[in-house]
């Protein structure tokens, strides 16, 4: 039998080879200097492993609800009325439960960020329908973009990888149903202002386009302050936050997904009949990971972050990233090399970074991770110095 007469356009059309590239070499190369992993470098915290355990043991190997367990759910609704009480918090609420959450917003315990974003996908993306996904981007988007049967439109935000509501207005048509706002941003690590974000809120309310805002990196910040999120203005924007980078989870599945209700309702309904729910044990594990301090790790990969400017800078184009662990440096023209062509001349030195051609329409920058020890960092960055020297 032909098995790939089986496979629809839809999967087909989809080309992996960039990311499993850099996952192939990473295990061909002997002790690479590997600059690519898009996870931190420090593992789950005690606390959260013993959870877990426990968890299994008292038998929590069950379906939860769809929609999460209770005790997840309450404890993100109350950090998130904490964090947001202008916006979350509405005098007489009382939904799920849970005093003072508004009536008209959603929640529902995800199986990790991307769970989120699929669901999302399928509950408000049909044939025709245009999403605006800042361009570079975080490599699925696009992927579930056409999966879902809908067309991405790139807004190419080089040099300063900024997205603007100048940007994007003249790119919304009558077919644009959702942008996706990903702040701190993968792969530039670059942070949205307040403002940038409250103008792409109010553009998107004007237009009648659903702003999504991944925020997976949200406790990644370099900066003083609070992150800026349209939460501080909004809650009629779809959010999504996650557990695998913030405390290393990245193999556990969990993440959550907020905002208007009629929305969430749909993505709860195609949870129960694809997901189902997300991990049980994950689950009773996010509740003490919540309790735990990540503070001394946004310090670590601060430092990494500024080591990465200090060193690059002047020999490469480069936007300080204000927060993720990433940075996107231009390859020097001098070099007359595509992103793709330079990273494969790293590889000789054994360094590992991404080409920019996997999260962009360009392909005239690359991503490098500094989630990895310091040490490797170092070796890392003497070869970049030294290839352009
Ligand atoms: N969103 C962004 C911007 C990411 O960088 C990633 C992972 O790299 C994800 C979502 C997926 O995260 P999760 O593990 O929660 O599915």
């Known amino acids: 039998m032909d098995f790939d007469s089986l496979l629809t356009d839809r999967v087909l059309g989809i080309d992996a080879s960039g990311v499993r590239r850099a996952f192939d070499l990473a295990a061909s190369l002997e002790d690479p200097i590997n600059l690519s992993i898009g996870l931190p470098h420090f593992d789950v915290p005690e606390a959260v492993k013993a959870e877990a355990q426990a968890a299994i043991g008292r038998g929590m190997n069950r379906y ?83 999966l879902s049967g809908a067309t991405p439109v790139y807004v190419d935000t080089y040099p300063d990888f900024r997205l603007t509501a100048e940007r994007v207005e003249p790119l919304i048509t009558e077919r644009t149903k959702l942008l996706l706002l990903n702040s701190p ?79 969430l309702e749909q993505m709860t309904k195609l949870q129960q009949y694809s997901f189902v729910c997300a991990p049980s044990t994950a689950q009773s594990a996010g509740v003490v990971a919540m309790d735990a301090d990540v503070s ?13 400017v200090e060193r690059l800078s002047g020999l490469y184009e480069l936007t300080a990233p204000g927060g993720a662990f990433y940075a996107f440096p231009k390859v020097p023209e001098h070099l007359g090399m595509t992103g793709t062509q330079f990273t494969e001349s790293l590889i000789e030195r054994n360094v590992i970074c991404i080409g920019g051609g996997v999260f962009s329409q360009r392909d005239t920058h690359f991503r490098i991770s500094y989630a990895c020890d310091e040490d490797t960092l170092e070796r890392g960055l003497d070869v970049l110095v030294s290839v352009v020297n």
């Open 185 to 263: 941003g993968n792969p530039t690590g670059v942070v949205s202002t307040q403002g940038e974000i409250d103008a792409l809120s109010a553009l998107c309310t004007e237009r009648g386009v659903l702003l999504c805002s991944d925020e997976i990196y949200d406790l990644f910040t370099f900066d003083e302050g609070e992150l800026p999120s349209p939460l501080r203005t909004t809650r009629h924007a779809v959010v999504l936050r996650g557990f695998s980078k913030t405390y290393a989870m990245t193999g556990w599945r969990l993440g959550y997904a907020f905002g208007p209700r009629a929305v």
């Open 296 to 308: 001394g790790y946004v310090a670590e990969y601060r430092a990494r972050r500024d080591r990465v």
């Open 64 to 146: 939860t609800p769809t929609q999460g367990l209770g005790e997840l759910r309450e404890r993100v609704m109350a950090e998130l009325m904490t964090g947001y009480p202008e916006t979350l918090v509405a005098s007489g609420g009382g939904a799920g439960g849970v005093r003072g959450w508004p009536e008209d917003t959603g929640l529902l315990i995800t199986s990790g960020v991307s769970g989120g974003l699929m669901l999302l996908m399928l509950s408000v993306l049909q044939p025709g329908d245009e999403v605006l996904i800042p361009d570079p981007f975080f490599v699925m988007y696009k992927h579930l973009v056409t």
